[in-house]
């Protein structure tokens, strides 16, 4: 047995995952939690790479207690989708709130040897390490692992585990499929996790006792979005259920890419009642419009107001794949106090104006609308696990 200690900003794990799967005719894993940068290393490893394209079976089973969100999930569907047969993936998840899912190790099978790598680290850039600290970028964590060689009666004594425990939780429904409803309500939860670190303030005098540091937040390994995290925009009359959000919108915010791609979104209405979690697609018609499909703007009436103002969609970006929203119609009380974050209603050009909309932070619309539905927006912690 190999015993090692990993520092930040080093890949040592990442290494010794991959450095176990050469040769491997078949292997798996098993990770509390999953990030999709962290999947996204995990099977670009060289030898991992190898096993799928030599149609190898591998299997994974992540949990989604914490951090695990929409985004992950969808890429790891993708991964399974593109090694169809070769890849499985189930998710682990359980209903005991005083619990926590918080396995990690991963084994490879080389004939009848076993390879298996145990350790703290998750399936996240920072539990895999990164090889170089860019500018600004989280370093990843301090983690322990072993790497163990078996061979004979004590490798098929391991496998007869690891299948045993398999067979078991198949059994008893804690293996979910990746689009299980309650999986995505879960992992929807976790997308509004902001983690928050505390940083020093830089040629600035220490802080007088009792004041608050520097505090940047994040979500998981460091994403940055491109844009603020609400969307303020007014919505043209559409057909039933559609919002036309303009290209800046679905793509700077929605991410739309040119091509389909899935996402999750979560109606939460005006009095904080959530919707359950609905896969849809980004995509864009042969006319060029640039709508979503939303489909509580079907339930209400399109009014105008006297000014030619539209009814408001905001939507919250909490990874960059799962969006929560709610709908505010000019007759609702909220109206007026939110429309001042887009400034006046523009002219009209021909038969129609252009629809307001602004890219704002959740302290910026807070500050217009003292009442927005807690659950339309983030929170922050000070630890990225239970």
């Not at 998710?91 to 190790?105: A, D, G, L, Q, W």
């Not at 104006?353 to 500050?367: G, H, I, N, Y």
Request: proline share 6%; net charge neutral; charged share 20%.
């Amino acid at each position: 047995m190999t015993f090692v200690f990993q520092q930040p900003g080093t890949t040592k794990l990442l290494e010794a995952i991959d450095a176990a799967a050469a040769r491997a005719s078949a292997g798996g894993g098993v990770f509390a939690f999953a990030s999709r940068g962290g999947i996204e290393a995990f099977f670009a490893q060289p030898n991992i790479a190898r096993m799928l394209n030599r149609r190898q079976q591998f299997q994974l089973i992540v949990g989604v207690d914490a951090i695990t969100n929409a985004e992950a999930l969808l890429f790891l569907g993708e991964k399974v989708a593109q090694y169809d047969g070769i890849l499985s993936a189930k998710v682990f998840f359980h209903e005991h709130p005083r619990s926590t899912f918080h396995p990690k190790f991963s084994w490879f099978r080389q004939g009848g040897n076993v390879r298996l790598v145990t350790g703290s680290g998750n399936l996240t850039m920072r539990g895999l390490g990164q090889s170089a600290i860019a500018s600004g970028a989280q370093p990843g964590n301090w983690e322990a692992f072993s790497i163990q060689s078996m061979h004979g009666d004590e490798a098929t004594a391991a496998m007869a585990g690891i299948d045993e425990w398999l067979t078991g939780q198949l059994a008893a429904g804690t293996l979910c499929a990746l689009d299980d409803a309650r999986v995505r309500e879960r992992a929807m939860a976790n997308g509004r996790m902001r983690f928050a670190a505390v940083t020093p303030r830089a040629r600035a005098p220490a802080h007088p006792a009792g004041a608050a540091a520097d505090i940047e937040v994040a979500p998981v390994d460091g994403i940055r979005f491109s844009t603020p995290e609400i969307l303020v925009r007014e919505i043209p009359r559409n057909r039933t259920g559609q919002a036309d959000l303009g290209r800046k919108a679905l793509t700077d915010f929605f991410g739309y890419e040119g091509s389909e791609k899935k996402v999750f979104v979560q109606y939460v209405s005006l009095d904080n009642l959530p919707k359950p979690v609905e896969p849809i697609l980004l995509f864009v018609n042969q006319s060029k419009n640039y709508r979503l499909e939303l489909r509580e703007i079907a339930g209400l009436n399109y009014d105008l107001g006297d000014d030619d103002s539209r009814m408001l969609v905001i939507a919250t970006k909490l990874d960059l794949r799962s969006f929560r929203y709610t709908i505010v119609p000019v007759t609702a009380p909220e109206y007026t106090a939110v429309a001042q974050l887009l400034g006046a209603v523009p002219p009209m050009r021909g038969r129609s104006r252009p629809m307001r909309e602004a890219f704002v932070s959740s302290t910026d619309l807070q500050s217009v609308w003292p009442g927005v539905p807690d659950n339309l927006l983030p929170l922050e912690t000070s630890t990225p696990e239970p």
